[in-house]
């Protein structure tokens, strides 16, 4: 969506759609304007977890259950239940299930199983993303917020799906968040110190995997360290990113820094940040 800042402005029922790496504080932003501005916040990775995932998720957590015999017999006779706490701040269940790929012995998945996760997210996360049209029906008319902010994942930009960039740009106004040198410096050192689970495009994974094997002199997948795979192929993520946001928000929307999100205290300064950007735009 495209539009002067006269119009934004005037635009009583604003939704908008938050484009960039996981930690550039997209959330942080969603849950200020959700409590002082009252707007409907949209997470993206909640409703992966909740509505997409929700399944796949619980049988991985009965699976491994099951190589208990007590509560393998438990589950078996219905004597417990097993049940998902996913809340919009504790997405952990859907970070476990996308796993880390290499050894078993240290909690790594096979290549096979690693795919099979990751094609089941990518596809889980086009849903949720699908979804937001809906939604911005049902903030409205269910839930009574007249403005709209979808919490997008990082991993947006690697969907490659026009169709749903066209939703998206139809119905939302597209905000890339574009890190500066200082924050990009930061979400590295972070990924250094707590590997988290990652979605990568198959092209990109594959490629980066034969890298890696040969870097290590290592002969297969199962041999990886998941830990040390994660860091050394988070800058490689990274920069691989950065044009693939960088189109997206040249081709459909605006784009902020991480420097000057972070600056944000309110709805007004979100306001004027977000009309600023307009204004820079040809």
Same mark, same amino acid.
């Given at each position: ?28 932003? %969603?849950?200020? *304007? ?6 409907? @916040? ?128 139809? @119905? ?17 050192? #972070? ?30 997948? %199962? ?7 994660? #860091? ?28 000057? *999100? ?5 709805? %007004?300064?979100? @306001? #004027? ?10």
């Amino acid at each position: 969506m495209k539009l002067s800042v006269e119009q934004y402005s005037a635009w009583k029922n604003k939704s908008i759609t938050l484009l960039g790496m996981s930690g550039v504080g997209k959330t942080r932003l %969603a849950n200020l *304007l959700r409590k002082q501005g009252g707007w409907f @916040h949209y997470s993206v990775d909640y409703r992966i977890g909740t509505r997409y995932l929700g399944e796949p998720i619980l049988d991985n957590i009965k699976l491994q259950l099951m190589q208990i015999p007590l509560l393998r017999d438990l589950l078996r006779s219905d004597s417990i239940h097993i049940n998902n706490n996913i809340t919009v701040d504790n997405l952990t269940p859907v970070s476990t299930f996308l796993g880390k790929l290499g050894n078993p012995g240290k909690g790594g998945l096979s290549l096979k199983e690693f795919k099979h996760r990751q094609l089941l997210h990518k596809d889980a996360e086009i849903s949720a993303l699908r979804d937001v049209p809906d939604f911005i029906f049902k903030a409205r008319a269910i839930y009574g917020y007249d403005k709209f902010l979808n919490d997008a994942g990082g991993s947006l930009c690697e969907l490659e799906d026009v169709q749903l960039l066209d939703i998206l740009a139809e @119905h939302t106004l597209i905000l890339y968040v574009r890190t500066t040198q200082a924050d990009e410096k930061r979400l590295i050192a #972070r990924a250094e110190s707590d590997p988290k689970p990652l979605y990568y495009r198959e092209e990109f994974l594959d490629g980066q995997l034969a890298v890696y094997l040969v870097q290590r002199d290592l002969p297969y997948a %199962a041999m990886i360290d998941p830990d040390d795979f994660v #860091r050394w192929v988070f800058p490689r993520l990274f920069d691989a990113r950065i044009p693939r946001y960088e189109r997206i928000a040249d081709d459909y929307g605006y784009t902020v820094t991480t420097e000057e *999100l972070s600056k944000v205290t309110d709805e %007004a300064s979100f @306001h #004027r940040l977000v009309e600023s950007a307009i204004a820079k735009k040809p």
